[in-house]
């Protein structure tokens, strides 16, 4: 079975606000992404997780910040968030970090305000 | 550096006929993998079909194929007898296998293919 699961599917949130997405995998992956998606534009890698650690942070400002509690799960955390923010968020999980085909999740809709 | 490119941003098919859907890719890397996803407007990305680069035979997925021609860096995505549920976003992509191609998958800007009825 290669589903990951994200949740909420919509957020609406204010700039003062904090908030968190989650993403969970059982397939036994060992690498997790959270991608960044524009309307009608491709995904944009965030962050990668290896093994429970963080191995690429594509340069992503500090107010998002990942965490991988354990092996199956992948958290995001949002904190003063500004308007620009809104897009799709995508977590993606694969066998491995390298060579290996990414599955996706069906995303969560953030909407800053 | 890596890049893929999808020179069709839309294409229109007519239900039950055969589309391809283009994408060339540019590497420096000696192997490397080349995927298709598929996005309803739900927004999910769908993992369709996958092609290494020393693979021998094209790959193929129930109604998908994919062309690959190594030689003119090309990796088509063939959709036979389309549905209207393959209209969609396509996006192709490529892994390198070196350092930092390596890690992280290069999308194209992406074709809207429409089936009509």
């Known amino acids: 079975d290669t589903e990951v699961t994200q949740t909420p599917k919509h957020l609406v949130m204010g700039m003062t606000n904090k908030k968190s997405l989650k993403c969970e995998q059982h397939?036994?992956?060992?690498?997790m992404y959270w991608y960044k998606q524009k309307a009608k534009k491709p995904p944009e890698l965030m962050f990668v997780y290896s093994y429970e650690k963080l191995s690429i942070n594509e340069s992503v400002p500090s107010r998002f910040s990942p965490e991988c509690p354990n092996s199956s799960l992948l958290n995001l955390h949002l904190h003063a968030l500004q308007p620009e923010d809104s897009a799709l968020y995508l977590c993606?999980?694969?066998?491995?970090?390298?060579?290996?085909?990414?599955?996706f999740g069906p995303g969560t809709r953030l909407l800053v305000l | 550096a890596q890049k893929i490119t999808q020179t069709q941003p839309g294409m229109f098919v007519q239900e039950k006929e055969a589309v391809t859907l283009d994408c060339t890719y540019d590497?420096?890397?000696?192997?490397?993998?080349l995927f298709w996803y598929k996005q309803p407007s739900s927004g999910e990305m769908i993992f369709l079909i996958y092609q290494g680069s020393y693979d021998q035979q094209n790959a193929t997925e129930g109604r998908y194929s994919l062309n690959f021609q190594k030689a003119r860096k090309s990796a088509n995505l063939v959709i036979s007898a389309s549905q209207l549920g393959d209209s969609a976003m396509y996006f192709c992509?490529?892994?390198?296998?070196?350092?930092?191609?390596?890690?992280?998958?290069?999308f194209g800007e992406g074709t809207q293919l429409t089936v009509n009825p």
């Open positions: 993606a999980s694969s066998q491995d970090r390298l060579e290996e085909t990414q599955y």
């Open positions: 397939m036994g992956h060992r690498a």
């Open positions: 992509a490529m892994r390198g296998s070196m350092g930092r191609s390596g890690s992280r998958l290069t």
């Open positions: 590497t420096s890397d000696p192997s490397y993998g």
